[in-house]
Nanobody, 115 residues
Framework: VQLVESGGGLVQAGGSLRLSCAASGSTFRINAMGWYRQAPEKQRELVATMTSGVGVTNYADSVKGRFTISRDNAKNTMYLQMNNLKPEDTAVYYC?????????WGQGTQVTVSS
């Protein structure tokens, strides 16, 4: 399974970005998916997750009401819509996928929010 992220960049506070994560390979049995982020000198933290099937979502408290995780099954792609971005959202964002019980990570995409 390969994950390729895109959509990061530099944005001013209050702005929006949409991250994409395209999956390829043996993605037949996806169990869950999500986004994590890692700021400099901090541990990687959960941003949002979504289960397979009905797609139950879960968000970190810090992004609730601002970020939305979604997916397009036909394109094997998941998204993270980020609105009202804050400087503290600056981090490398990683997509994450569990397929048949095995976890996979994307290469990461940098999001920088200027004040």
């Amino acid at each position: 399974v390969q994950l390729v992220e895109s959509g990061g960049g530099l944005v001013q506070a209050g702005g929006s970005l949409r991250l994409s994560c395209a999956a390829s390979g043996s993605t037949f049995r996806i169990n869950a998916m999500g986004w994590y982020r890692q700021a400099p000198e901090k541990q990687r933290e959960l941003v949002a997750t979504m289960t397979s099937g009905v797609g139950v979502t879960n968000y970190a408290d810090s992004v609730k009401g601002r970020f939305t995780i979604s997916r397009d099954n036909a394109k094997n792609t998941m998204y993270l819509q980020m609105n009202n971005l804050k400087p503290e959202d600056t981090a490398v964002y990683y997509c994450w996928l569990i397929v048949s019980g095995n976890g996979y990570w994307g290469q990461g995409t940098q999001v920088t929010v200027s004040s």
